[in-house]
């Protein structure tokens, strides 16, 4: 796979990408090199990615707990008095290896460390892979409410190896299918087929072809102002469904590609009864989800709840939740209003 050249930094794939994750060091000579790891992939994907690594740089390893529960401010603050404790400075170099959590974490807690030092992001999921770690989104939540505290901040480059994937469970792998799922909706409907089509997948294809289409919208959109907002698509209400999972005690928690994945599916039901998009269109994006994911029985008891968490959604805009719906594939509309009762329509046929 060729290096694909983002807006400030290259994305580079498989044994390349170490040579040149090695010359960086090497030409910028940081001073320490800092690894964030969580406790699975400092078990699974740190003893492979150290002796990839060439380099005699000072290495110091930090480990946080693993999982979206984790992805806050008090995370933050433990990472930066470690670094600090361990006498980073302003030439540090923080690589981040992990899932979406360590590289949307990592990449805020380099940012805004002593006004900003370099960082690295070495995806290890497949949704890290294809959308966390390219883009320049860096992030944690406040409370339940996702990605609330954040700002756009670019690596110096994202290392892409895809053995990586084979540390990761099938359910983490179904996770990180919804983004490739949501790129084929509203960008290429090529991989939208691919999935429903083909049990047999070439994922290095998939993950190559998804990061060239965020890395297409993001340059010409960097900063979410126009079409960057198609990758939100299934994301609004995704999010919401999301968010009152992870609070709920009764409940286990989803993985963010299957919120997501019910997102699209509802968002879908909203685009057809206000825009037009083909019921049957929404028959097909309901079918290849449920052939994907367990169905969630959504309760019409959460249904107030869920609604009150999409209030707090970081699109809205004076109060009123902006929804990106579908006139047909490939084919969008941003900043849509959507009638409450029209949301709650959308779950029930989730349901169905």
């Known amino acids: 796979m060729n290096t694909i050249q983002a807006v400030t930094y290259p994305v580079h794939f498989q044994s390349k990408?170490?040579?040149e994750l090695s010359n960086l060091i090497e030409t910028n000579n940081y001073s320490t090199?800092?690894?964030?790891?969580?406790?699975?992939t400092f078990e699974h994907c740190y003893p492979k990615f150290i002796q990839n690594l060439d380099t005699k740089k000072r290495i110091e390893v930090i480990e946080i707990e693993s999982g979206e529960i984790n992805k806050n401010l008090e995370t933050c603050i433990g990472v930066w008095n470690a670094i600090t404790e361990l006498g980073g400075d302003r030439k540090s170099l923080l690589i981040t290896l992990g899932g979406g959590v360590i590289t949307d974490l990592g990449g805020f807690v380099a940012s805004c460390f002593k006004r900003g030092i370099s960082f690295v992001n070495i995806p290890t999921t497949l949704?890290?892979?294809v959308d966390a770690s390219v883009g320049g989104k860096t992030g944690v939540d406040l409370g339940v409410l996702k990605n609330q505290i954040g700002l756009f901040a670019n690596p110096e480059m994202v290392l892409v190896d895809t053995d990586y994937l084979t540390t990761v469970t099938?359910?983490?792998?179904?996770?990180?299918?919804a983004e490739i799922i949501k790129y084929g909706i509203t960008y290429d409907i090529n991989l939208f087929n691919e999935i429903k089509n083909n049990k047999n997948l070439n994922i290095n294809d998939l993950i190559f072809r998804s990061i060239e289409i965020k890395n297409e919208v993001v340059l010409q959109d960097p900063k979410e102002q126009s079409l960057r907002k198609?990758?939100?698509?299934?994301?609004?209400?995704?999010?919401?469904?999301?968010?009152?999972?992870?609070?709920?005690?009764?409940k286990e928690n989803l993985t963010h590609g299957e919120a997501i994945a019910i997102g699209m599916v509802c968002e879908s039901y909203m685009s057809d009864k206000l825009l037009g998009f083909p019921s049957e269109k929404v028959t097909q994006v309901k079918d290849v989800v449920l052939s994907?994911?367990?169905?969630?029985?959504?309760?019409k008891e959460d249904f107030f709840a869920i609604m009150e968490l999409l209030k707090h959604?970081?699109?809205?805009v004076n109060g009123q939740v902006n929804f990106v719906l579908l006139?047909?594939?490939?084919?969008?509309?941003?900043?849509?209003?959507?009638p409450e009762e029209l949301i709650i329509e959308s779950m029930e046929f989730y349901n169905l």
């Open 230 to 250: 198609i990758l939100n698509f299934g994301h609004t209400l995704g999010h919401a469904i999301e968010s009152f999972y992870l609070e709920s005690e009764d």
């Open 292 to 299: 994907i994911y367990d169905k969630t029985n959504l309760l």
């Open 33 to 40: 090199l800092f690894i964030l790891v969580d406790e699975n």
């Open 327 to 338: 006139n047909d594939f490939e084919d969008y509309k941003i900043d849509c209003k959507v």
């Open 313 to 316: 959604d970081k699109k809205n």
């Open 17 to 19: 990408a170490y040579q």
């Open 170 to 177: 099938e359910r983490e792998i179904k996770s990180g299918t």
């Open 127 to 129: 949704l890290s892979m």
